[in-house]
């Protein structure tokens, strides 16, 4: 699993493989199938171990704070990282929260995102969920969601709707 490389620096630089740059702080969410292994995996390589924070992908002097996860020992639920605004040189925080499907669609719900990055297949609800918080709207440009995930459910309709037509070829 490497997201947490990935959106580390995409948080870092602050730009994207699309084309995307984005000019002020950004909000993220990276999530996984269980709050476990989101701190055991991504949270591991994004900030190091808890006795060295800093010593993962994002460097400690870009790490403004962070907030531990209520009820999971040593999971941290949300990171800011320092933005320095391109054209003003202004400063600013961008925010990267880490979250898991076992927190069910409504810790989801009612916020706009620049980036989610869904590692491991996502169930429906939460899928969808993700794609509302990154639609475009009359104030916001709109975000990009991003999956990693072996199909080890098989051909579910997420997976179908990534095949021409929705299913497999003949």
Same mark, same amino acid.
């Given at each position: 699993?490497?997201?947490?490389? +990935?959106?580390?620096g995409?948080? *870092?630089? =602050?730009?994207v ?14 999530a996984?199938?269980?709050a476990? !292994?989101v701190? @055991? ?10 006795? @060295? *924070? ?12 962070? %907030? ?9 639920? !949300? *990171? ?8 003003h ?6 925010? +990267?929260? +880490?979250?898991s499907? @076992?927190?069910?669609?409504? %810790?989801? /719900? ?5 980036? *989610?990055? $869904? ?12 794609? $509302?918080?990154?639609? /475009?709207? %009359? ?8 999956l !990693?995930?072996?199909p =080890?459910?098989?051909?579910t309709?997420?997976? =179908?709707?990534? $095949? ?5 070829? %003949?």
């Amino acid at each position: 699993c490497r997201w947490a490389r +990935l959106v580390g620096g995409a948080l *870092i630089v =602050l730009a994207v493989n699309d084309g995307r740059k984005f000019e002020e702080p950004v909000s993220f969410w990276a999530a996984g199938d269980t709050a476990k !292994t989101v701190r @055991d995996i991504g949270q591991l390589e994004l900030l190091g171990p808890m006795n @060295d *924070i800093g010593s993962g992908f994002i460097p400690k002097h870009l790490i403004e704070h962070f %907030s531990r996860k209520p009820g999971v020992t040593d999971a941290v639920e !949300t *990171i800011w990282v320092k933005h320095a605004e391109k054209v003003h040189g202004a400063p600013g925080l961008s925010e +990267l929260g +880490l979250k898991s499907y @076992d927190q069910r669609r409504e %810790s989801f /719900q009612g916020t706009k995102k620049h980036g *989610i990055w $869904l590692d491991e297949e996502p169930p429906d609800d939460i899928h969808v969920e993700c794609l $509302l918080r990154t639609a /475009q709207t %009359s104030d916001f440009a709109g975000g990009m969601l991003m999956l !990693t995930f072996t199909p =080890l459910q098989g051909l579910t309709p997420l997976v =179908l709707a990534f $095949l021409p037509g929705g299913r497999l070829p %003949s």
